[in-house]
């Protein structure tokens, strides 16, 4: 009976990887003019927009894709994320800096095509020069967590 259960099992496995492979070959095309913005999280302060390109990017274990699109002089607080982050500038200017304290004179400029990896726990901040559209991928959950919990825009 173990023996029936445990094949089962497997059979059930072979077949969800399988449908998943099967999904993941599909070929997905997406055209800048094709891309539908929509409000970002609650979690990022006002202005910024965000278009989720592939997955989900909240789902546990799940492959995402999301853009960000974000106005001059957008800013973003120290803070960290439970997951490495992957950053590609699309357009505009991130400039980034590490700390638990914004400080403007040790920060890097990224232009479009430039890309970062930001890992785990580390504390970082940025501000936007122009319009700037990000990219962000990954495997989720995507979150963020701001060093003083005061800067975080969901609490208030």
Known sequence: MWRNLLLLA????????????????????????????????PKLPAGAEMAVIVGDP??????YVFRARLPDGYAVPPHTHP???????????MTLGFGERRDEEETVELTAGSYVRLPQGVPHFNRMQGETILQFHGIGPYDIDYVDAAD????Q
């Open 10 to 41: 497997l059979l059930a496995a072979v077949v969800s990887v399988a449908t998943s492979f099967a999904e993941e070959t599909d070929n997905l095309v997406v055209l800048p003019d094709q891309i539908e913005w929509g409000p970002a999280s």
């Open 152 to 155: 975080d825009p969901s609490r």
């Open 83 to 93: 997951m490495d982050e992957h950053v590609t500038v699309l357009q505009g200017v």
């Open 58 to 63: 909240s789902a546990p274990g799940e492959l």
